[in-house]
């Protein structure tokens, strides 16, 4: 038996971020901008003395890394040919850039599961829970989702 619970930090939050898509042949080769909402499934076989998978209130920190990274941020792939416009546009305090390897809403769920993973083993919230997934929307009708190895390909208990 496995017990999942969910957190999702909303489009009201405010997590806006602007990126582009510069491999794109379509309008997403501009730059563009979301107040972007994220939705993590957590998992676990068992519950722990009250009763939860995660305790959400210990996740305010992973709150504050969702906005270090995405809160009013221009986001930028590392390998964008226009990465020094970027950087000078940073220096001269039009925007507040974060680069990241790749952009666009996969990209992003997997960066964030990844950074999440880490951050919950690190924190050892609960030791019998697992990220399972990370979900990044754009808007209601644009998301994408990273899941993580499951534990029966071999993932090891947090």
């Given amino acids: 038996m496995t017990y999942l619970s969910t957190k999702t930090y909303g489009h009201e939050i405010g997590l806006s971020a602007t990126f582009r898509q510069w491999r794109a042949l379509s309008h997403c080769r501009l730059l563009h901008g979301y107040s972007l909402s994220f939705r993590f499934e957590f998992e676990a076989d068992t519950l722990d003395d009250k009763n939860w998978v995660v305790d959400f209130g210990g996740l305010k920190e992973l709150k504050a890394i969702l906005e270090d990274t995405f809160d009013h941020k221009t986001v930028v792939a590392a390998d964008d040919p226009e990465l020094e416009w ?12 974060v680069v990241l390897p790749a952009v666009g809403c996969e990209k992003f769920a997997e960066h964030v599961y990844g950074i999440a993973s880490k951050w919950l083993l690190t924190e050892r919230l609960s030791p019998r829970c697992r990220l399972a997934s990370v979900e990044v929307k754009e808007h209601g009708a644009n998301s994408a989702i990273y899941r993580g190895t499951s534990r029966a390909a071999g993932q090891r208990d947090l």
Wanted: net charge neutral.
């Fill in 86 to 97: 970027f950087h000078e546009a940073a220096r001269r305090g039009v925007a507040d850039i």
